[in-house]
């Protein structure tokens, strides 16, 4: 009997020193894929930033809007007004477009309607957005 009861202790010692590792073991897992996801996280942010940092170094910070006459089914007859950083330099531009192109409307009959546009180029994604004129203000 004092046998069996040694056995049963010693095991059930045994079983907790198991439970007691394997439990420490799981601990450092956890910590080491915390690890690796923490360090995949940030070599993804500073790949982002670089790419920013090498963009906005070679064409300044942005944004960046385009100001262009749009005649809508012919684009051949665009004509570019101005590339500007400086949303009120922007607007300034578009407002001197509109009023020079309602002008030119009235004086001439041949001289088409020509529709002034706004596009603003989104460095990171590398593509345009046209822009309303209020969301200049």
Request: hydrophobic residues 35%; glycine residues 4%; aromatic residues 10%.
């Amino acid at each position: 009997m004092k046998k069996s009861l040694l056995a049963l202790v010693l095991g059930s010692a045994l079983a907790l020193t198991a439970c007691d590792n394997a439990q420490k073991t799981a601990d450092k897992t956890q910590a080491a894929v915390s690890e690796v996801k923490d360090a995949a996280a940030q070599k993804a942010t500073d790949t982002k930033e670089a790419v920013a940092e090498k963009n906005s170094s070679t064409y300044g910070k942005g944004p960046f809007f385009l100001v262009y006459t749009a005649e809508g089914w012919n684009h051949d007859a665009d004509e570019w007004i101005g590339i500007y950083t400086d949303r009120k330099e922007t607007r300034e531009a578009y407002n001197r477009a509109v009023a020079y192109y309602e002008e030119e409307a009235k004086r001439s009959s041949y001289r088409s309607r020509q529709r002034v546009v706004i596009m603003e180029f989104i460095l990171e994604e590398d593509r345009f957005r046209e822009v309303d004129r209020e969301e200049l203000n």
